[in-house]
């Protein structure tokens, strides 16, 4: 079964955490600034915070799709 994605590396932080709120404590987690950070792509501020960005999506994503079921 393949996974659904629905946040990309692209997205606004903040936008993601407005339309999931769910992915706050991720992005906590993984030590990514969703607050001064937010305003940034995710790959953007995940670069700056050398984070792994495809953890951090996949993260994202399960956190996302588990708040809407």
């Known amino acids: 079964m393949e996974e659904k994605t629905v946040i990309k590396k692209d997205m606004i932080i903040n936008d993601v955490i407005k339309k999931y709120p769910k992915t706050i404590t ?8 969703s607050c001064c950070g937010g305003g940034a792509s995710i790959e953007k501020t995940a670069g700056m915070s050398g984070v ?4 951090l999506l996949k993260a994202l994503n399960q956190a ?3 708040g809407n079921k």
């Open 64 to 66: 996302a799709l588990a």
């Open 26 to 33: 991720v992005f906590s987690n993984f030590k990514v600034d």
């Open 52 to 55: 792994d960005i495809n953890a």
